[in-house]
C-alpha cells in the first residue's frame, strides 16, 4: 500500500501474481460461480415456480386458522415476549466459562459472558458462544439405552448397581474416564462412588494435554497444578509454541488481559510479543515478532533462552546442543529488562522444556508478579500417565467396570483403538456422553448426561473462584446428569440439586454474611459467581489421582540440569526429516462440539477456511504446488507407518519441513453435521517424557498426489475493492512521535480554491447528508486490540438467525456471515519487490479487520436499489426490508465493502441444508431462533442490521422508564461478545457516550448532525476516499517492533 | 388485489343491505305484535336510560340470557303475572311474597329463598324503563352478532342488527324450490306438447317438422352460445373468489369473528363486569405480546364463580389435563411484522379500543381495524407522541419546536422507517 509502504495480500495466488487473479481483479464477482452446482437447473425453478403458484392459489382458498396456545399455568417469571437473563457456567471437558444465559419463552437462544465473573470478565469464545445449538443437536441421545436398546433408568440404574457391585466384590477396578472434571461436587458425587465401591478409581485426561506442565510444577513447586497467568502485567511476553489467545489453558481469560496491554486509547505504550512456533497460530499472528521454529528445536530454544537468562542473573547453564534462533537474543535480552513484568510461556506437552520455562519465570522473578501460583487453574487436571495405565490395565483384563464420564477417548485419545476392543474385556461400560458417539457406541449402557443448560453444577474454575450453573431449560429428553447417577449408583438420594446445595452450605455457611443460607445461595445463584473469603481453599475435593490440592511452594525447586539433559537427548538442532505439528484450532477445538455447524462453518482465522482440516505446509516445501482459490491437491501423509489423505494448504509462516494437522475432526459418530468432516489426527500424537506430545518429529514423510481437492475458504471471497487505504498501520515508536503515524487521510482534488485544490473526500457530497435528531449509532473498531479470535462471528450469527450453508455453497461463495473478519498478510519489502515478497510472505505479518455493513451515511447501495428495499434511517442506520427486496442485486453489486449477503436459496425448512444448517431445518434446532429477527427466504439480500432488534428493545425499556437511554444499554452482538473490547458501539450524538469519546466524534463544520468527523489520530474510514462516510471507524493497527523487522 | 377487494366489499355489502332491509321489517312487525297492550315503552331514550339502570343495579345477580344468581330475565314480562306485578316485585319483593302470590312463592322457592334486594327507591318509569331495555335485549340479542360477514359496512348503517345465516340459507333453498318446481312445470309442458304435435304430424309442415324433431348433440351444446357464457361465468366467478380468498389469507379480514373453543364473552367480563383488559392480558404494559391469559388466571376467579358452568368446565379440564386452550387467533399480524404492545399502549397511551375496538361489547371478538401496512402508517402519520413526562422525548421535541412545524406526529421522529416494524 503505497501510503504506508507496504503491500498487503489476501493469499498467496494474489501475491504470486497469478493470471487468474489478475484477470479476475476487475471483477467484482469471480466467473466460477456455476448455476447447475446443485442438481436442479433453472428451467426446472420456472417449472417449479409455474407449480408453485398454482398450488399456492388453490391452497389459499381457504383463510389459514392459526391459534393462540396460552400457557396452563403461566409460571410467574416469564412473560411471552420479554427475555429472561440467567447466570450460569460452561461446561464441556475442562473448559469452564462463567456466562449469562438469554432465554425467551423457556428457551435458551443465547449465551454471553459473565461481566461479574473476574476471570473472564465477561470474556467469551466463539466456542461457548455456539454452545448454545449443541443444546438443540438432533443427535443427542433420548434416554438411557442397555445394548443399543432404549431403556429407563430404573432398569439402567439396576444394571449398573448389580455390575458395580460384582466387580467391586472381584476387586477389580471400576474406572471412572473423564477429562478434566472443575466441579467440587461432581468430585464429590464421584468420591460417594468411590466410597461405596473401594475399586472406584477417577482417571482424567485432556484432549489437549497439559499433563507435562502439571509434572513440571509439581516438581518446580510441589503441587501439580497450572498457576493463574497474567498477561495484563507483562511488559515482554514470550511463547513457545502456546496459542494462549486462541486455545491454550484459558483463551477467554488470556485475549481479555492481552488486550489491555495492546490497548493505545488511554496510553502510549504497549507490550511486546515474541512467539516461537511452527504452525501459524492465532497467537502467532498477533505477535509483534514471530519466528518459525521446528518443533524438533522447541526444546532447545527454551533451553538457549534459559541460558542466556541465566547468564545475566548468574545462574547455572544447562548443557544442550546449540540451535541458531531468530531474535532469541534480543527477546532474552528485553526479558532480562522487564525482570518482574515479564512472561514466559510454552505449550508443550514435555516436563523437561515446562521445568526450564519455570526456571526463567524464576530467574526473571515474575512468580508472585505475572504468576500466581496461590491461585492456581483448576480447569486443566488430565494425567497422561494415569490414562496409559488404565489402557494398559483395560487391555489386560483387570479392569471390571468402566464409566465414561462425557469423555470420548476412543476418538479422542490416541490409544483410542486399544480401548475401543479392550472394553470386551470388561464386564461393564458405560458411558454418559450426550450422543452415542465413538466410545458411547462401544458401550454397554447409555446413560446420556444434560447439556449443560439443563444441569445443576458448580466449578471452581481457580482455586477460590466459584463459578455455578442452574438449569434454563427443563431436560428436553429423559436424561439425567451424570452426578445424579453417580449419586444413584452409589446407593444415594440421586438429587444432584440438594446434593450440590447441601456442599455450599457446608463449605461456606461460615462465611456466609448475607443472612439466611437461602439468601446466600439465591445471591450466588443470581451473580453466578462467588469469590470464597477464606484464603485456605474450603473445598479439598479432588477425586483424580493428581495432586492439586496441596498449596504450592513458594520457592522453584525444579532440577534444570536434568531437564537440560532430557532435551539434549530429544531435540535436534539438524533434524532433516518431516515434522508434523498437530494443533488445536480455533474454532473446532478438540472435535468435542464438532456437530456443531456454527464451529464447522466458522472461517479459520489464519487459513480461512471452513469445514475441513488440512495439512499446512510451508510455502517452500508445497513441491510445485500452486494453490488457487481453495483449489488444492490430495497429499498422503505418512506418520510412523499409517497413511491418510488429507488435502493441503500451503501457509504462510509454517517452519520450513514442518506440516501442521488441526485435531477435532474425523469425526466418525458425531452426527450428520460433523460425521466424515476432515481426518482425525489424534491416532498421530506420540509419547515424550511419559506424556503425550503434539510434535511428531520423525516417520513422518508426504507426498503430494494429482488427486484435486477443493478446500472452502472464505479467505479471498469478495474481500475488499482493489484499492488502497483498507488498513492502516504504523509501529509503535512512530505512534509515540505521532499518534496519526500510517494514517495519513487521504485528499482528493477539487475545483475549491483551498491549499493545492485539495480536501477531505467528506467535505465535498452530492447528497445533503442526514439530521439525526435523537440517536446517530456507531461502531469503532480497534486494529490494535482485535485479535482475530471470532468470537463475534458467532455472536451474530446465532443472534441474527444467520444461516449455515454447507462447504459446496461457500465454494461458491455463497456464504451468509455478516460479518466477516478480513485476513491481510504483509511485509516491508518493496511494492515492485517480488521476490523479497516472496521471502518476506514466508513469515508475513497479519492484520485482522472485522469487517460488516458500514452503515454509510452516503450509502451506494441505497441509491440503486429500484424498489427502495433499502434505505436511510434517522438514526444513521442503513436499513434492509427483506419483502421489499426483489433480489436484483444491484446493492450488492455497487456496496463498495462487499458486505451482502444474497440468499441464493431456502435455507429453512430445505431438505438441501438440512444437514449443514439444522438450526431451522429441524424442529429442535428451530428452538434456537431469535423470535425478533425475521428468518429471511430466498431471493433476498441481507447483511448486518446493526442488530436493530437490540436497539429498538433498548429505546423502548427507556421510554418506559421515561427516561434517556444510558451508554452501554444498547449494544451490538459482536460487540458484546468481543473477550477484548475491541468493538465499541454507541449513540455518537450522545458525547458522554464512550465511542463518541474514544472516537472524539463532532459535527463537520456547516453540516447536518450525520456529517461528524472524527479526531481520534488513529481513526480512519475504509476507503474514506469513495466518500461514501461510513458509521463505522477503525483504529489503526499498531505493532511493537524497532524500525526494520528482518525477515 | 385491491381492486378485487372493494368490488367484493361492496357486493357483499350491497347483497347485505338488502337482505337486512327484509329481515328488519320483519322485526320491527314482530315487536309491533308483541307489545300491543303493554305500558314498556319502546323509545331509545327509555332504552338507555334501563341500560345504564340495569348495569348499575341489576347485573351483579341477572343477566338477561342465562341465570346466575337470580333469574335469566329474558321476556320476563311476558312469563310473570303481568308489569305491574313486576313493578311490585322489584320494589318489594318480601311483600309480594308474604301476601302470598303463587307465582312469586314458587320463584322463592325455586331460588332456594334467596332473597331479591328491595329497590324501593325506583319509580315506575324506571322500572319501565329497565324492562324497555331488556324487552330490547330479549328481542335482538347482541349475541345474533356472530355472522361475521355480514356486520360490516352498509350493514350496520342499515340500522338493523345482523343477519343470522339460517335466513339466508332459508331464503336461498325456497328459491331454489321454486325454480326447480318451475323448471319441472316447464319441461311437463313441453313434453306435454311436443307430444301433441307429434300426434298431428302430417299437419306439419317441414320447418315445424324440425322443431319437433331437433336432436340435442354433445357437440352442439359445446358450442351453443349459453354454455360458453356459462362456463366463462362460472371460471370467472372461481377466479373472483380464489382472488378474495388469497386476500382473506393475506389477512385483511375485517369482522373476523372464529368460533373459539371456549365461549368467553368479552362483553360480560370486560364490558358488564368491569375488569380491567390488563387484568388477564398481561404483558400488555411490558411486553411486545398482550398475552392470551393462562388458564390459572381464569380460575383466578372461576375457581369460586359459575363453577358448575359447562364452559368453565372446559377451563377445568384444560388444568386439569395440563393441556393448554387452543384459542383461534383473531389478529393475524404478518411475522415479518414486529408489533410492541408495550410501546403502543404504556408508552403512547393508546387506549385498547382504538385498534381492536369495543371488545367490551363483543360477545365474541372480532377483528376491528384492517391491520394492513397502510392502516399503520395511516396512524403514524396521524397521532401525535405521547411525550408529556417521558424524558426520552426531550430533545426530540425541542428540535421539533426550534423547527416549527407544529405537533411532532410520529411520522416526524421516523415512525414511518422500515426498521421500525422489519427486522
Redesign the interface.
Known sequence: MKNNKKTYWKGIEELRNDPDVVKNAEREFPESITESGNGSSRRDFLKMMGFSIAAASLAACEAPIRNAIPYVNKPEDIDPGIPNYYASTYFNGGDVVSVVVKTREGRPIKVEGNEMSTITNGGITGQVEASVLSLYDNSRLRGPKIDQKSSSWEEVDKLVGQKLKSVNGKGKTIAIVSNTVASPSTNAAIAALKETYSTVEHIAYDQQSASGLLQANKESFGTASIPSYDFSKADVIVSFSADFLGGWVSPAEHSGQYSKTRDLTTKKTMSRHYQFEANMSLTGANADYRVAVKPSQEGLAVAKLYNLIASKAGGSKVSTGDVEINHLQKAADELWKAKGKSLVVSGSNDKAVQVLVNGINDMLSNYGATIDLSTPSYTRKGDDASMKQFVSNLSKGSVGAVVFFNANPVYDHPMGAAIASGLAKAELSVATNMVEDETASVCQVLAPDNHYLEAWNDAEIRKGSFSVAQPTIAPLFQTRQAPSSFLAWAGKDSDYFSFLKNNWNQWFSAENTLGSFQVFWDTVLHNGVYETKSTASAVAVDSTTVDSIAAPSASFAGNTSAAGASIAKNYKADNSGVELAIYQNVGIGNGSQANNPLLQELPDPITKATWDNYLTVAIADAQGLKMFEGETKLAELTVNGTTIEVPVLIQPGQAKGTVGLAIGYGRTNAGKVANGVGVNAYPFITEVNGTQSFNVTSGVAYKITDKPFKIAQTQTHETHMERDNVLRETTLADFVNDPAAGNERPEIATWLDEEDHKVAPGALSLWHGHDYNNHHWGLAIDLNTCNGCSACIVSCNVENNIPMVGKEEVLNRREMHWLRIDRYYSSDADVDDRVGLEQAAENPDVTFQPMMCQHCNNAPCETVCPVAATMHSTEGLNQMAYNRCIGTRYCANNCPYKVRRFNWFKYHDNEQFSDANPQMNTDLGKMVLNPDVTVRSRGVMEKCSFCVQRIQAGKLQAKLDRRKVKDGEVNVACASSCPTGGLIFGDMNDPESKVSQLLKVKVREGSKSSDKVTDNPRSFHVLEEVGVKPNVTYLTKVRNVDQKTEA | MTIGFHKARKIKAIIAFALVCIMSSQFAMAQEASSAGTTIPTDEASIGNGKSLFSANCKTCHAIDKKLVGPALQGVYDRTPSVEWILGFVKNSQKVIQSGDAYANDLYAEYNQTQMTAFADFSDEEVLSILAYIKQETDNPTTAAVAATATEGGATEAGGDSVSSSYVSAILIALLVVLALILVVLVMIISVLTKHLNNKEEDLSEAEKEVTKQSFTMEGVLRAKPFIFAVAFVFTALAF??VI??V??VGI?IG?A?EQPIKFSHKLHAGEMEIDCNYCH??VM????A???????CLNCHSQIKTESAQIKLIYD??DN????????VH?LP??A?F?H??HH??AGIECQTCHGEVQEMEVVEQHSLLTMGWCIECHRKTDVNVK????Y???VK??DEAGKGKMKVED??GL????C??
Open positions: 373468489k380464489a380468498s388469497q382473506y389469507s379480514q373476523y372464529p398481561t404483558g411490558k411486553s411486545k405480546n398475552n392470551i391469559p393462562s388458564a390459572n388466571i384444560a388444568v395440563n393441556k393448554p386452550i387452543e384459542w383461534v387467533r393475524n411475522d415479518l414486529y410492541n408495550s410501546q404504556n408508552v413526562g417521558n424524558a426520552y426531550d430533545d426530540l428540535m421539533h421522529i421516523g422507517e422500515c426498521s421500525k422489519h427486522y
